[in-house]
Nanobody, 114 residues
Framework: VQLQASGGGLVQAGGSLRLSCAASGIPTNILFMGWYRQAPGKQREMVAS???????NYADSAKGRFTISRDNSKNTVNLQMNSLKPEDTGIYYC?????????WGQGTQVTVSS
């Protein structure tokens, strides 16, 4: 049972990154899949989520710049991040959850330089 996140890295402000997360050993019909971010010295916060039906939700800081996409058949979730800012720096975790499930990936580091 795991969520394998990838795609992080170092990018200059204004650049783009695409994060990917693949679930294995986890049911494919879990209600929510999404991405969280933990910046240095801060609490983990939700960046974007997508329901199994395709409804998406974004943190205010991500609206207009990030796009989440979910493939239910492959049990994957991606996060396209454009116009990145230094304040987007942090460890990004994918999560799959519902009222009775709660799975976290291991995190991938995103660093945006100014």
């Amino acid at each position: 049972v795991q969520l394998q996140a990838s795609g992080g890295g170092l990018v200059q402000a204004g650049g783009s990154l695409r994060l990917s997360c693949a679930a294995s050993g986890i049911p494919t019909n879990i209600l929510f899949m999404g991405w969280y971010r933990q910046a240095p010295g801060k609490q983990r916060e939700m960046v974007a989520s997508a329901t199994i039906g395709g409804t998406t939700n974004y943190a205010d800081s991500a609206k207009g710049r990030f796009t989440i996409s979910r493939d239910n058949s492959k049990n994957t979730v991606n996060l396209q991040m454009n116009s990145l800012k230094p304040e987007d720096t942090g460890i990004y975790y994918c999560r799959s959850w519902s009222a009775i499930h709660n799975y976290w990936g291991q995190g991938t580091q995103v660093t945006v330089s100014s």
